[in-house]
C-alpha cells in the first residue's frame, strides 16, 4: 500500500510569487482635475454643435409638403365610405395644391395614414411567411395565424391570408401639372422597382410554374382576400411581372410600421423627360384620388406626402435638435464647473474653514 499524505501546509495555496498573481503590474491611473477635465467638455459642447447645426443644416435644404385628403375635397367620399353596402363603389376625388419652390432632384410620393396600428401583434402574427414565399403546401393550406382570414365563405384557402393582407391600402393616385396657359400634364411616377432588394428576391416569391404555365392557373383553387376587388395574380394588369405575391405595393404594405402615424412609398418621379428632369417645377399641381380605403373604424387619417431626400433621409428635426439640446446641457456644466473651481481655487485651499 502507499503511503498516505500529510495535510498541506498553510502556505500550499498561495499564488505563486509573480508580477501577474500578485498584483504588481504596472498600470496608468488617471488623474481628474481641472486643466484635463474642463476643456474635454468644451470640445464635445463644440462638437456636438457643430453636428446639430450641419444637420439642421441638412434638413432644412429638403422640400416637403403634406396634405390631408380625409376630408375636404374628398368629403363626399368619406360619407360614402362609412356604408359598407357602398364599399364597392368606386368614388373619385381631386385635391388642388401649389408649389411655391421647386422640387430638385429626385421626389418621392408617399401616402400616410395616421392612428392605424400595424404594430399590433396579432395583426402582425396574421400573416403567412410560408405562403408568402411561394410554398405551394402552404398556398393551398394557410396558416392558422390568418384566422379568420383563411378560407372564404366557399371553404377556398384566401392567398394571401392574414389580417395584414386584407387590409391592404388601395387608394391610388395620379398626379396632375398645370403649366401656365396649357393643358394639364400627368407627371410620370415610377410604380416599380421601390421595394428593398431582400423583399423582391429573397422574402416574397411567387410560386413555381411550369413554362406552360400562366400566373392565374398557378393560384387556381385559391379566392382573393375578402376586402380586396382583384384576385393576387391580377393587381398590375399592365405589368405581368408585377403581379402576385412581388407586387411592389403588396410588399410594401406587408412591411408593417412600427408607429400608428407612419406613411409608404407610393412612387418616385421620373425624371426622364421635361418640365420634370430637374424635379418638380413651381406651379399649380392637382391630384386625381381613387377613394378607397376606409378609416372611420379606427378613427384614421389619410395624407399624402411629396418630399425630396438627403443622405440622411427626410425632413426629420429629431436628431439635429437632440444634438443642439445636448451641446448646451454640457456647456452649462463645462460652465458650472470652472466657476467652481475659479471660486475654490485649483488646490482647494479657499475650501478650508
Known sequence: MGKVKGKLGPLARRPDNSAFKQQRLPAWSPMLTANTVLPFFYIMALICLLLGVWLLLTV????????D??????????EKRKNVTSAAEDCKCTVEFTIEKRFKGDVFFYYGLKNFHQNLRRYMDSRDDGQMVGRKNNLKNPSSYCKPFVRDQSGLPIAPCGAVANSIFNDSFTLMYHEPSSTPVKVPLLRRGITWYTDKNVKFRNPKMNSSMNLAQVFEGTAKP?????PVYDLD????????????DLIIWMREAAFPNFKKLYGVLHRAKKPFTGGLPAGNYSIDISYNFPVQPFQGRKEIVLTTLTWFGGQNHFLPIAYLVTSSLILLIAIALTVVWCKFGKNGKNMEE
Do not use: A, M
Request: some cysteine.
Open 60 to 67: 432644412q435644404s429638403t422640400r416637403e409638403i403634406k396634405l
Open 226 to 230: 375578402l376586402y380586396w376587388k382583384k
Open 237 to 248: 394588369p399592365l405589368d405581368q411581372n408585377n403581379n402576385g405575391f412581388i407586387n411592389d
Open 69 to 78: 385628403y380625409t376630408v375636404g375635397p374628398c368629403d363626399k367620399c368619406h
